[in-house]
């Protein structure tokens, strides 16, 4: 009888919704420590008590897609956006999903309607998905317009400048790239994406020992990622 409110219409109590949000925050918690099975159960659980609840939706959204289950997730993300009242963060998460799906003209789509929505507190990530949108398009000048639109909100946002490296490294304004690269470390040290992408704009310059530090220091931080691996093909060539 628990969906029987969904089935005839009715609200659910308010003792039924803070059980809900409990199982919500519990499901959150799982997630952030990714205890992905868990996280599912209780949000399906709070799923059970109140249908219609679009965090939830949103939320499961997030459980499968960290799971890699992309299509269940966006089954999941329709469903909160199809409920009233969705908070604009649905459309954030599901560009991002968009975006892994390779599907970028609608992930750019979902992005943009965010970034209207008066509501919406986080627009250096809607900002940063309509740039990586705009990137992978081949659009670079609007992808540097969007990741720069990012850092005006947030001008530590380290996947903003990372991404105006992988934009400047295209364009080969090489210097400005180095820029970029530096900036996202500065942000976050343990970038190693931002730390790969250095090495190999320093490799093109001529500047063999820096880029040899940025290989390095690639593999000490993730010895046993693809990026390690090309990372160590880059020294052995850069070795006399």
Same mark, same amino acid.
């Given at each position: 009888? *628990? ?11 308010? @003792? ?7 199982? %919500?925050?519990?499901?959150? &918690? %799982?997630?952030?420590?990714?205890? $992905?099975?868990? +996280?599912?159960?209780?949000?399906? @659980?709070?799923?059970?008590? /109140?249908?219609?609840?679009?965090? $939830? !939706? ?18 999941? %993300? ?10 604009? &963060? /649905? *459309? ?37 998905? &309509?740039?990586?949108?705009?990137? @992978? @398009? ?8 969007? !990741? ?15 991404? *105006?490296?992988?934009? $400047? ?17 500065? !942000?976050?040290?343990? %970038? ?22 940025? !290989? ?13 691996? +090309? &990372? ?5 060539? *850069?070795?006399?």
């Amino acid at each position: 009888m *628990l969906c029987l409110h969904a089935l005839v219409g009715c609200a659910p109590s308010a @003792k039924l919704r803070v059980q809900a949000d409990d199982l %919500y925050r519990l499901a959150q &918690s %799982y997630l952030g420590n990714g205890s $992905y099975l868990l +996280a599912e159960q209780e949000i399906r @659980k709070a799923l059970e008590l /109140v249908p219609r609840e679009p965090r $939830y !939706f949103e939320l499961l959204g997030l459980v499968q897609q960290a799971q890699g289950r992309l299509q269940l997730a966006e089954d999941a %993300y329709r469903m909160a956006l199809q409920q009233a009242d969705a908070p604009a &963060s /649905v *459309l954030v998460n599901y560009s991002t999903l968009l975006l892994l799906r390779e599907r970028f003209d609608e992930a750019l789509a979902l992005a943009q309607r965010a970034l209207q929505d008066p509501r919406y507190g986080r627009p250096a990530v809607a900002h940063v998905n &309509s740039g990586w949108a705009y990137f @992978k @398009k081949g659009a670079l000048r609007q992808a540097e317009e969007q !990741f720069r639109a990012a850092l005006n909100y947030q001008p530590d946002l380290p996947e903003a400048h990372h991404n *105006l490296g992988l934009v $400047y490294t295209r364009l080969r304004e090489h210097n400005r790239a180095v820029q970029e690269f530096r900036e996202a470390i500065r !942000f976050r040290p343990s %970038y190693v994406e931002a730390h790969a992408g250095m090495g190999y704009v320093l490799l093109e310059m001529g500047r063999k020992d820096e880029a040899r530090s940025a !290989f390095e220091r690639v593999i000490a931080l993730a010895p046993e990622s693809e990026i390690a691996i +090309a &990372s160590r093909q880059q020294l052995r060539r *850069l070795t006399p």
